[in-house]
């Protein structure tokens, strides 16, 4: 007899030497270790001598706890049992491992639990929460990132788009919930139905058309439906953003993004996770970000977004995730084979251990390893998994390599699932059922739908590929790696990249990825394998594709792809491929421009000057080469200079220096060709594109910028004469006839400032097409305006321009159209308050992500202005709190930032100092402001620094050591004057306050505070009160001077400047027992069809008629008031 040992070993000999078959095993179903085996529970897979893993996470507890804190932290309140730190509006969590690790794994398991908890709250504080947590993931592989832009950052939108507009959540939560998310997109200004911002997010992301259609109302059209749009990657973050924040807006529960392996990501989503992660207007959401921390260096982009995200952020959090324990690991493989951990069990693990040191997806594959080699078998007269060999034969037996051991099995499989495998590992995106089918079809093999699906199917059992519905992927990259070999070892591989390229193109008419991926290979095979045209042709359509989605760096690659297939082929500039030549140049001079690449766009356009045939055909090239150096220089001058060499090449004879005969001269032909009309004659041409024109919209702005004016008057006569000929504009003609109105500003020549702007006005509604042209036409009318129109009017049509310019990615122009905001912001005298705050704060973001310095020292210099005014302060009239430290600021600065920065700050703390009456800090920021002069090309700039500059002069000019500011006040006073006889509304009651502040009396106070309520200059009108009380009290008329007093309180209140109100009923402590009805000011009421405005203020400790008649006095006009205060102080005399 012998012994049950001995006849396993003459079993185990016997098969090896006749080669009889063994129990094989596979790669247990998931994907990059996140899924579960979800493989059908068959009762043999054992008998068959298939390992099948348990489905759950080992040894992640700890991990698991750290998430679901942060997770509630989202949702908590200070007070809550969290700790400080750990409450929180975001949270992003950047997860490192090596590949395999279970990072993945450990955010599936999170999102189950997080779903399975019953009684989790929500920022409703509802204990019983039901309602759903939506949940979106993608993943990054190392083929996707060099196709198509935002590869995960889509699969993230679909998976949202899906959970958002389906239905099988039928519950009255979820329902609700989508209901709620529709509303809130319908609500913004940008995304909602129709608008240009669901125009951008349709063209870059077909996957949110299912959202987006469930958000529009039946019948109802959106204002910009017909519109065209044309992506810019500012726009496609922009929109993204905002419609993240809509989503996160509506959910109870916090959103859950999930990006995996970023370690791959593309450049276009680098830039679009720098915008999402640093926004603060982004709020309950949860944002997990994992990578492979062996392939990430410091010099790695995803690296330098993480430093820059984590800038001083409490809501970043770095999770490490490293490989599991001996003791975890032995628990899994215990589980797996079902034996107990003892000493048996522990000599198996412990030599899997030592293979894969503890990563579970490798130890795995080691496991299935050992069942191919029969070395781990099912023993089927035991009904047990078992072993023979020793440890260190154990050890032999796997591969250190995880990619071989996959590569491995791949060569055991049937040769229809390899060459299935082998056509997928060419293609990063998943696939579905018929294009696999097309993919198939090749070499006379046919196949109908049906049998790929079971191909499919018998890949999936082998745990190849996973069913995302109604796509296959790969279960792992590993497995994809592993495939991609196999197919390289194959003979014939340029014939299967030229196969899977026909098929892809033939089948991405509306997939844009398709396209991405057919021309990547395409690429890549020998010049003789393809055809040199089509190729050509199909680099550039892509790479407009590219730059419509904002990858410029993927526009530019394919450009210059283009360009090397037709140099390889010696075909540049020949007749039958010029114009295509000529093309790819355009292409790459835009392109390389665009990436602030200015030395290689000079030699495209260098290329083009010399190549191409016509002037005409030259003029993109020269429009760059002027805005070349105007962008990476600020070389106007130059600009201005080289630009007026290449006009006269066009029949524009400029001198560079023209003289009175010369200006003179041209002069009278520009009158001539007007013929006695208005300039507004041009809003009745035809419109027609024009490159001519649009040279000379950049050499016009160099002119300006350089300070060349009379440069740029006669080009602008020139121009006018040009298309009055012509008998047509373009687009470009309103931002120039826009730049010749503030010429005049400079020019002080108010009227004909006045008249250009109103032609460029009128020329804007028939050019919205042309988005750029169009923005920044209104942008500089609404500069030149500033002189005449209500600054009032002019913040929406500012703030506009500044979502329109950010949009189209003109940084410079974006932050000049905020500035042009704030300046009339604080001029109209707007309420205060923390959505302007909210505002500024977005925009701080933006400057930061932009490493735009000295804007940001602008805008936070804004922010802390308004918060002084609003909110209390020791040093009210000092810029220092959370917002601004000017001290601190103005110590790193240097030469003209400096200057400029040290001229915005005492502008804006002189004011501070006259509304909060600090002589000291008056007199010595005066002291600043008179070094600077009464000039400025920007309007409203000028007209804030100078009204406060010119009250604080009159304030302090009666103290002996201080009577020369009277002649720098009477300056700033001539300023307001002249402005005010021509027409400004602006000027004149700041005009009217400087007069009576110069020579104080009661009819010029009264006129003053008239003009201001008219004007709705609330701010004006709450100093001029208090200012006008002062004099009062002085001539002893107590009674008329709390009554402006009062009414200054209340004013102020209504500017929002909170902090000088307490200021005032702390001074005069009968204010502290009145209370309001309503919320009025003279600016409220003038013009107001209700003649019963009465009763504003009344005493609140008092309920005698006779107090309460007293204290009432009437808002129907600003005479009576003022009549009012009159009879009171005669009556008293």
């Known amino acids: 007899s012998i012994s049950v040992r001995d006849a396993i070993i003459i079993l185990i000999i016997m098969a090896e030497e006749f080669r009889i078959e063994g129990c094989h095993g596979t790669i247990a179903e998931q994907k990059d270790e996140a899924f579960h085996d979800d493989r059908s529970d068959a009762s043999d897979d054992e008998e068959k001598g298939k390992i099948k893993f348990p489905t759950r996470l080992y040894g992640r507890e700890k991990e698991l706890d750290r998430l679901g804190r942060l997770y509630a932290g989202l949702l908590a309140e200070e007070g809550d049992d969290l700790d400080d730190d750990e409450v929180l509006n975001s949270q992003v969590v950047f997860l490192s491992g090596y590949s395999g690790v279970g990072k993945s794994a450990l955010i599936t398991e999170f999102v189950k639990q997080l779903r399975g908890s019953k009684n989790r709250p929500n920022k409703t504080k509802n204990t019983n929460n039901n309602s759903p947590i939506i949940y979106g993931a993608g993943k990054y592989s190392e083929q996707n990132s060099a196709s198509s ?77 017909d519109l065209t749009v044309h992506p810019t990657m500012s726009a496609i973050k922009e929109c993204t953003l905002q419609l993240l924040c809509a989503i996160c807006r509506a959910l109870d529960n916090p959103l859950i993004i999930f990006l ?212 296959w992927i790969f279960a792992h990259d590993r497995i994809r790696q592993a495939s991609l070999k196999f197919a390289s070892e194959k003979s014939g591989s340029e014939e299967t990249l030229l196969h899977i390229s026909s098929v892809l193109l033939a089948e991405g008419s509306d997939r844009e990825w398709c396209q991405y991926v057919a021309v990547d290979i395409l690429n890549s095979l020998p010049v003789e394998k393809t055809d040199c045209n089509e190729l050509v042709k199909l680099n550039l359509k892509v790479s407009h594709l590219a730059r419509n ?114 200006m003179a001269k041209e002069e009278m032909k520009y009158k001539l060709a007007l013929r006695n009309r208005s300039i507004s004659c041009l809003t009745t041409l035809p419109i027609q594109d024009d490159s001519l024109l649009a040279l000379c919209q950049q050499i016009n702005i160099c002119a300006m910028y350089s300070g060349k004016l009379d440069v740029m008057k006669l080009l602008n006569w020139k121009i006018i004469q040009y298309v009055l000929k012509k008998g047509s504009i373009s687009s470009n003609l309103a931002p120039i006839l826009g730049s010749c ?40 009318v609404c500069y030149a305006m500033c002189l005449l129109q209500p600054f009032r009017s002019l913040t929406d049509p500012f703030l506009q321009s500044y979502k329109d310019f950010k949009l189209m ?43 735009r310095q000295s804007s940001l020292v602008l805008f936070s210099m804004f922010r802390q202005f308004a918060l002084n005014l609003r909110k209390h302060s020791d040093s009210p009239s000092k810029l220092v709190g959370e917002a601004f430290n000017e001290e601190q600021v103005l110590s790193e600065l240097e030469g003209s930032a400096h200057f400029q920065t040290l001229r915005d700050s005492s502008s804006l703390r002189v004011q501070l100092a006259f509304v909060f009456w600090n002589e000291v800090d008056m007199i010595d920021l005066l002291k600043i402001l008179e070094t600077y002069p009464l000039q400025d090309q920007f309007a409203a700039r000028l007209h804030n620094r100078l009204a406060f500059t010119g009250l604080a002069a009159f304030a302090m000019c009666h103290r002996k050591d201080c009577a020369s500011y009277k002649a720098l006040g009477e300056k700033c006073m001539g300023h307001f004057k002249f402005l005010s006889k021509n027409g400004s509304v602006n000027a004149r009651p700041v005009y009217l306050f400087l007069k009576s502040m110069k020579s104080p009396s009661r009819d010029a106070f009264s006129k003053a505070i008239e003009a201001c309520a008219e004007g709705k200059f609330v701010n004006l009108e709450a100093m001029v009160n208090e200012r006008y009380a002062a004099f009062l009290r002085e001539e002893n008329d107590e009674a008329a001077s709390n009554d402006c007093i ?31 009805k309503t919320t009025r000011s003279f600016a409220h009421t003038v013009g107001s069809n209700n003649n019963t405005a009465t009763a504003s203020v009344m005493s609140a400790g008092s309920d005698d008629p006779a107090s309460k008649k007293k204290m009432t006095f009437s808002f129907n006009s600003t005479s009576k008031q003022r009549k009012l205060i009159s009879v009171k102080s005669e009556k008293k005399k």
Request: charged share 25%; with cysteine; proline share 3%.
């Open 549 to 662: 989605s904002g990858a410029l760096g993927k526009e530019n690659a394919l450009v210059h792809k283009g360009l090397e297939s037709l140099k390889s082929a010696g075909m540049t500039w020949t007749n039958d491929y010029y114009e295509l030549t000529r093309q790819l140049y355009d292409a790459l001079l835009v392109s390389e421009y665009s990436s602030g690449a200015y030395d290689a766009a000079r030699v495209a356009i260098d290329e083009v000057v010399q190549n191409a045939k016509t002037p005409d055909e030259k003029l993109i090239a020269h429009t760059h080469r002027v805005k070349c150096l105007m962008s990476e220089t600020s070389e106007y001058g130059r600009g201005a200079e080289e630009g007026l060499e290449i006009l006269s090449k066009y029949g524009f004879d400029i001198p560079q220096s023209p003289t009175k005969t010369v």
């Open 1046 to 1076: 009062t009414e200054a309180y209340f004013l102020y209140q209504d500017w929002g400047a909170h902090a000088k109100a307490l200021q005032l009923s702390k001074d005069h402590s009968f204010l502290k027992k009145l209370r309001r």
């Open 741 to 780: 109105a503030l010429m005049y500003v400079k020019l002080d020549d108010v009227k004909r400032s006045n008249e250009f702007a109103t032609t460029a006005q009128a020329l804007n509604p028939r050019i919205r097409d042309d988005k750029s042209n169009y923005v920044q036409s209104v942008m500089v």
């Open 149 to 225: 832009p935002f590869f995960a950052i889509i699969e993230v939108l679909e998976a949202l788009a899906l959970e958002l507009s389906e239905t099988k959540d039928s519950s009255d939560t979820a329902t609700e919930q989508r209901e709620k998310v529709r509303e809130s997109i319908r609500q913004s200004e940008l995304i909602g139905p129709g608008k240009e911002g669901d125009l951008i997010l349709r063209a870059t992301f077909p996957v949110l058309t299912p959202l987006l259609d469930s958000c529009v109302v039946a019948n109802e059209k959106g204002a910009n439906e």
């Open 260 to 471: 995996d392996d970023l370690q791959w990501a593309d450049e276009a989503s680098m830039d679009m996770l720098n915008v999402l992660l640093t926004s603060s207007e982004l709020k309950n959401l949860m944002f997990i970000c994992a990578y492979r921390s062996n392939e990430v260096d410091v010099e790695h982009s995803f690296c330098k977004l993480m430093d820059n995200v984590a800038k001083g952020d409490e809501s970043v959090e770095k999770m490490e995730l490293f490989s599991l324990s001996p003791t975890s690991i032995t628990s899994f493989i215990a589980d797996s084979v079902k034996k107990e951990e003892d000493t048996e069990m522990k000599e198996l693990s412990s030599a899997v251990y030592q293979t894969t040191m503890g990563n579970i997806f490798f130890t795995k594959q080691a496991l299935e390893e050992l069942v191919r080699k029969n070395i781990l078998f099912y023993d089927m007269m035991c009904f047990e998994w078992r072993w023979v060999v020793t440890k260190v034969e154990l050890a032999n037996n796997m591969s250190a390599d995880v990619v071989e051991s996959v590569l491995g099995k791949i060569r055991d499989l049937p040769k229809e699932i390899q060459e299935l495998l082998s056509l997928m590992a060419y293609i990063p995106n998943a696939l579905d059922v018929s294009t696999l089918k097309a993919l198939m079809c090749r070499d006379g093999a046919s196949y109908e739908e049906r049998q790929v699906l079971d191909l499919l199917q018998q890949s999936s059992d082998e745990g190849m590929l996973l069913l995302v519905s109604p796509n």
């Open 809 to 851: 990615g003109e940084v410079e122009m974006s932050l000049n159209g905020l500035n042009g905001y704030a300046q009339c912001f604080f001029g109209a005298g707007c309420e205060l308050g923390p959505i302007f705050e909210t505002k500024l704060l977005v925009v701080e973001d933006y400057c930061r992500n932009l490493g």
